[in-house]
């Protein structure tokens, strides 16, 4: 019998009537309009039809795609703690936070959130971002106006619990012209935690917008993750991208930058400290789709124990326009045996 709270899937059968059910239950308790009802059901068949990755892949060739799927997982329609408070402050000046389930909602933000919301999934759609927009249960909105800045960073905190669970998380942020800000998300678990997590954030920056991004990830020792992080930068845009792993049994981060406009920077720093058996996994892709873009990537890796395993995979993607000058990237990873 399934436990209270979550609802078996087998990733073998095909998108039938059932699945299709389970999926409109997620959809009513979030009050979602029925256009993205008929997303989720599409995104899970897409899901269903698509072949595991290949281990060829660079992606893909230290982690097995097997420890990412359903299987004997369960899709969690449990409420997930979520802390997403904001200062009065941050409100006045028109910043939005809100729960992802209420994205919807937000009348004035109609227009940027039918532009944004799952549109580089659909761009660049592989097996588990069609899982994550099919099943995502919990997560936040954020959205900063034109001009606004602020000096303290937003922090989020999600903890995760449950036993052999499906929990999706998405997280959408955009940022307006000239808007900057920091934020951090904290992850963790309860220590008895034993679920996969599905993460996936969509950043969008507008013309010279700042954001500081901070992912920090200490999850129980029975948590496998795999967070999926795209963007999409815009002229004069700047990202600093912040990822910090400590926890989780296997930790597996694919980070997908797109510089789509002139003088674009995206600078991204990992740090990476296991002491136990634990396996992390972290791969960068970075576009530069635009001239006079920029970016930089630095992991540092700590290892206590050889049954540990770390692979920093730093691949970046170079498009250099026509008529543009040359990009540069640098890659910095070290490895440190404790």
């Known amino acids: 019998m399934p436990k209270q709270g979550t609802i078996p899937i087998s990733p073998t059968n095909s998108a039938t009537a059932e699945i299709k059910n389970i999926i409109s239950d997620i959809s009513k308790q979030n009050e979602e309009p029925a256009c993205i009802n008929d997303h989720r059901i599409s995104m899970y068949e897409s899901y269903v039809k698509e072949p595991l990755p290949s281990r060829v892949s660079h992606l893909w060739r230290y982690s097995d795609p097997k420890w990412f799927e359903l299987e004997n997982n369960r899709i969690s329609i449990n409420p997930v703690s979520i802390s997403l408070n904001i200062a009065e402050d941050y409100v006045k000046k028109g910043i939005i936070l809100a729960p992802i389930k209420d994205v919807f909602k937000l009348q004035e933000m109609r227009e940027q959130v039918k532009n944004t919301f799952s549109q580089q999934i659909k761009k660049s759609p592989d097996k588990f971002s069609c899982l994550n927009d099919a099943t995502w249960k919990t997560g936040y909105f954020l959205y900063v106006p034109k001009d606004v800045r602020v000096v303290e960073p937003l922090s989020i905190s999600v903890n995760y619990s449950g036993s052999d669970e499906l929990i999706s998380t998405k997280i959408l942020i ?50 496998i993750q795999h967070c999926i992080q795209r963007a999409e930068l815009k002229k004069n845009a700047e990202l600093t991208n912040l990822i910090v792993a400590l926890g989780g049994k296997i930790s597996k981060t694919d980070i997908g930058v797109d510089l789509v406009g002139e003088n674009a920077t995206v600078s991204t720093y990992g740090i990476v400290l296991g002491d136990k058996s634990q396996k992390f996994d972290h791969h960068t892709t970075i576009n530069h789709d635009a001239s006079h873009t920029n970016s930089t990537l630095n992991f540092r890796v700590a290892l206590r124990t050889s049954r540990q395993r770390s692979n920093i995979l730093p691949y970046v993607s170079r498009i250099k326009p026509k008529g543009s000058r040359e990009n540069y990237y640098r890659r910095f990873f070290r490895t440190y045996n404790l």
């Open 174 to 223: 955009i940022l307006d012209e000239g808007a900057d800000i920091s934020v951090i998300d904290d992850i963790t678990s309860d220590a008895k935690a034993s679920i996969l997590v599905n993460l996936l954030s969509e950043v969008y920056l507008a013309e010279n917008s700042k954001l500081t991004y901070l992912n920090f990830q200490t999850n129980g020792d029975g948590v």
